[in-house]
């Protein structure tokens, strides 16, 4: 739930006849309508839509209908037009049925993109066949340089599949975190950096001892583009990637819409030429990402960035303006 809640309850989002109420309730669901009989003096005076039924049973109110659709909590609350009203009969009394009334199933899209934390932390709990599929779709939505689309997708759930992974990658963990140690010796980081430094730190050698445990591995491939010509003598990596990444942020998107978290990862790239082995991918297809997909341990929570003043310049580089 929001940590705001919504306004409370009030007729204006309501419709009144014949002693029964008709309107629509945010609940996590899809699409609720219901429509309860109760003292009409009771709807503005209903503590907050979440703890409606039992509010509707303390006034000593009827619900006569009730029609809920797959997905989640939304905020929107909806006001029903009479254009949306059609003439029903309940117990036998000529009362309004509100239509359906759809709502988002998935948190909205800044909240999402706010809350999108690495979560390295995953339950071994299965995620759905219904989830990867969704999830692996809404990344073959992002844009891609003419259309290529060039992604491709290998879902690895066998348990010895993924300790293979898991050992490939614990082994580039090792080699990263020395190589780390070694720079912040020779520079060493601010002191007011090193708690934040430290618990990341934890976090990604928790997952590198770890990750075999997560219910999914998602290796993210790219297909090679023979017909990228090169411009002016040049053919950036920049230009390819480019097709790719974006197909990367809409999984971890849509992982963190439906509850799920994720990390981008490509540490596996060290021993890129054995996984590729592995798994039967071709020699020319490279393994961009590798993304861990399960139930979070933690909680999602609003992202550490810089503030978007000091990496925003107008017109010229260097030029800031206050927001």
């Known amino acids: 739930m929001p940590s705001a809640p919504p306004p409370p309850f009030s007729s204006s989002g309501s419709t009144k006849r014949n002693g029964y109420v008709c309107g629509v ?3 996590r669901c899809s699409s609720m309508v219901m429509i309860w009989k109760m003292p009409s003096s009771f709807v503005s005076k209903a503590p907050h839509p979440y703890s409606m039924p039992s509010a509707i049973s303390a006034a000593n109110a009827t619900s006569v209908a009730a029609i ?4 989640a909590y939304s905020d929107l609350v909806s006001n029903v037009s009479p254009k949306g009203r059609e003439s029903a009969k309940v117990d036998g009394e000529s009362v309004l049925q509100v239509r359906e009334v759809h709502m988002s199933s998935e948190p909205g899209v800044f909240e999402i993109m706010y809350q999108l934390r690495a979560m390295r932390r995953l339950k071994p709990d299965p995620v759905p066949d219904e989830l990867i599929w969704e999830i692996l779709e809404a990344g073959t939505k992002a844009p891609s ?3 290529s689309q060039v992604w491709r997708f290998v879902v690895v759930r066998d348990p010895d599949g993924k300790r293979f992974v898991q050992e490939r990658y614990k082994r580039a963990w090792d080699l990263y975190a020395q ?7 020779k520079s060493p980081p601010p002191p007011e950096e090193l708690p934040a430094r430290l618990r990341m730190a934890r976090a990604a050698m928790q997952m590198a001892e770890h990750l075999h445990e997560a219910p999914v591995l998602l290796l993210v ?3 090679p583009r ?3 010509p090169a411009v002016r003598g040049r053919r950036s990596p920049a230009a390819l990637y480019a097709s790719i990444f974006p197909a990367v942020q809409n999984i971890l998107l849509a992982a963190r819409a439906l509850g799920l978290g994720s990390v981008l ?8 030429d054995e996984i590729k082995q592995r798994f039967g991918i071709p020699a020319e297809v490279e393994t961009v990402a590798l993304l861990p997909i399960g139930y979070p341990r933690g909680k999602f929570g609003p992202t550490t960035r810089r503030p978007v003043e000091e990496v925003t310049y107008w017109e010229k580089w260097g030029e800031r303006r206050p927001r």
């Open 68 to 71: 809920c659709c797959r997905g």
């Open 179 to 185: 190589a780390n140690i070694e720079a912040a010796a």
């Open 226 to 228: 023979a017909d990228l």
């Open 265 to 272: 990862t490509t540490l596996h790239l060290v021993y890129e």
């Open 145 to 147: 340089g003419s259309n």
């Open 25 to 27: 309730v945010p609940w």
């Open 221 to 223: 491939c790219m297909m």
